[in-house]
């Protein structure tokens, strides 16, 4: 049984960093996708990064292009979100997803999901 498992939320003012990580156990298959997605109070969740674990190539949100990184450590089996210069907007639950459909993944249906960690910027 594949488990997702999100930690490193918490609360920061404008201009601050986090990182997170995501505990990923149970995966048989290799490699595959992960991604970061976020959902903000009222809002729709959207993606924010996604990485394949194969090669490591990414791609990220036009919003938080250049303040975070998303990276993944096969080792370890954990992703990972450095956020930089969080903003206010920031504001949402974070969500990983893993898939190995990238499509499926980035419309936010992907098969497996952690339980989502908080994270608050205040201004």
């Known amino acids: 049984q594949v488990q997702l498992v999100e930690s490193g939320g918490g609360s920061v003012q404008a201009g601050g960093s986090l990182t997170l990580s995501c505990a990923a156990s149970g995966v048989t298959y290799s490699p595959y996708y992960m991604g970061w997605f976020r959902q903000a109070p009222g809002m729709e969740r959207e993606r924010v990064a996604s990485v394949w674990t194969g090669s490591g190539s990414t791609n990220y949100d036009d919003s938080v292009k250049g303040r975070f990184t998303i990276s993944r450590d096969n080792a370890k089996n954990t992703l990972y979100l450095q956020m930089n210069s969080l903003k206010p907007e920031d504001t949402a639950i974070y969500y990983c997803?893993?898939?190995?459909?990238?499509?499926?993944?980035?419309?936010?249906?992907?098969?497996?999901w952690g339980q989502g960690t908080q994270v608050t910027v205040s201004s």
């Open positions: 997803a893993a898939d190995l459909n990238l499509g499926r993944l980035n419309l936010g249906r992907g098969l497996y």
